[in-house]
């Protein structure tokens, strides 16, 4: 059931944003973005550093991550892609929007029982921002979505054996601060 409502989603995420573009006439801005992310399924806390584009409602982000307070036995690294819809537009002090988010993370635990996750998260979730001056934004969401993970370990043992994307699926749940700066 999960599965065929991934894919889905993914698939439809283009028309979407089809949908949203509704003046061609609108120039788009280009700008930098920083997110912090707390993540529900890792209990960890991301930092994500990345590129920003906003044309009308309509805003992307691009970015790769890493987790700040990394523990010398744990590696984490990521890479997101964000959607934000606001239908009210950016003209007001306080802004709401719509947030969804497609993420990869990499997680490698070089503990005693070594193992490597890679991690699917597909969220979506609604959030607010306020205009701090012309072109700088500092906002927060609360997302919630499902994910999905391969495992790979070289122990033995039958409870840390190999796992294959989509074998299991979860729900999570994200909170994220962001700041944004649009040239």
Known sequence: MIRPLLI????LS????????????TTGKLGVSFNTGFNGELYTLLATPGLAYLKGN??????LGFNP???????LLSGEVNY???????????NLYFVTQ????????????PATYNYLFLDAGYGFQIK???????????????????KTSGNPYEGFHST?????????LEFQLHLNYYF
């Open 8 to 11: 889905t989603l993914i698939l």
């Open 14 to 25: 283009p028309l979407v944003h089809q949908a949203q573009i509704s003046d061609s006439k």
């Open 58 to 63: 309509s805003q992307f982000e691009l970015g």
């Open 69 to 75: 307070f990394d523990r010398t036995d744990q590696t």
């Open 84 to 94: 934000k819809y606001f239908p009210n537009g950016l003209e007001q002090k306080f």
């Open 102 to 113: 497609l993420a990869i993370i990499h997680n490698q635990r070089n503990t005693y029982y």
């Open 132 to 150: 701090l001056f012309d072109g700088a934004y500092m906002g927060t969401n609360v997302k919630v979505g499902t994910f999905t993970f391969n």
């Open 164 to 172: 294959d994307f989509f074998d299991e699926t979860g729900l999570n």
